[in-house]
């Protein structure tokens, strides 16, 4: 979230329903999130300074909060929740060393990393086979890791291609697309990009694939999103949304791809 200058509330659940042996219907301690939010309108360094100093500052007392919370909601519900140790020694890492606590946090990064990178999608949804990592450094040195669908190298340009698929429905989940529209976010914000340790110029690329649709239609030509619809007797709403979607690419420096999956 720093690297998205994004100020993150570190919060906990004050209230919940019994669900099975499961709860649901959590709320948030909305008193302690406003009083939060308060802070963030008073505050003026960067969301990076914020979130370093509500790890070592905020992090122990709302620990404690939680644990009181939860034991609360245990005692409503009648069901048991996770063990509080887990809270307990990510406090510990916390309290010992925050340099040592943000390496920790990085390994376990870089290894969720080659996780999401060994991991395959249907290959009917994928153009090519070049799944590839991709590491984010900000200016004070940080570093964030995380893997792009494909990439491709067209005129020393390179593509950097985040891809969403769905197979019974026109268009993948509004929850897929707008994760696909964070990496966009970050993508197309690169100030600069080597491939291979040589500078390149580079393009993120949004591509929404279905099994649904038939041909194809990218936001470098909106002229003929129209007809792509009307071929596919796609509804309004749907119709709205690809134009909202291509309207977002132009402004934002990046490409939207619709296309069919064979």
């Known amino acids: 979230m720093s690297l998205l200058d994004v100020f993150v509330i570190l919060a906990y659940?004050?209230?919940a329903k019994a669900n099975g042996?499961?709860?649901?219907?959590?709320?948030?301690?909305?008193?302690?999130?406003?009083?939060?939010?308060?802070?963030?309108?008073?505050?003026h360094s960067s969301a990076l300074h914020w979130n370093l100093n509500e790890l070592k500052s905020s992090l122990p007392c709302l620990i404690g909060k939680a644990k009181d919370s939860y034991a609360l909601i245990e005692q409503k519900t009648k069901i048991v929740l996770h063990s509080a140790s887990g809270m307990e020694g990510f406090k510990a890492k916390i309290d010992k060393d925050i340099a040592e606590f943000m390496s920790f946090s990085r390994l376990k990064a870089k290894e969720a990393q080659a996780r999401e990178l060994a991991a395959t999608q249907p290959k009917e949804f994928l153009t090519t086979n070049t799944k590839s990592k991709i590491t984010i450094g900000n200016y004070l040195g940080g570093l964030y890791y995380f893997t792009v669908d494909e990439t491709r190298v067209d005129s020393e340009l390179l593509y950097l291609i985040e891809s969403k698929h769905a197979k019974n429905a026109v268009l993948p989940s509004k929850g897929d697309i707008k994760d696909g529209l964070l990496k966009m976010i970050l993508y197309a914000n690169l100030r600069e990009t080597t491939l291979n340790g040589?500078?390149?110029?580079?393009?993120?690329?949004?591509?929404?694939?279905?099994?649904?649709?038939k041909g194809g239609v990218s936001s470098d030509s909106p002229e003929s999103a129209r007809t792509f619809a009307a071929d596919n007797k796609m509804s309004p709403n749907t119709?709205?949304?690809?134009?909202?979607?291509?309207?977002?690419?132009?402004?934002?420096?990046?490409?939207?791809?619709?296309?069919?999956?064979s």
């Open 13 to 15: 659940y004050s209230d």
């Open 21 to 43: 042996t499961k709860i649901t219907d959590q709320k948030f301690d909305n008193e302690y999130i406003v009083s939060k939010i308060k802070e963030i309108k008073k505050c």
């Open 198 to 213: 040589k500078k390149i110029k580079h393009i993120a690329v949004l591509r929404l694939m279905s099994t649904k649709i």
């Open 239 to 261: 119709e709205q949304l690809i134009e909202t979607l291509f309207c977002e690419a132009r402004e934002n420096g990046f490409i939207v791809e619709i296309k069919g999956a």
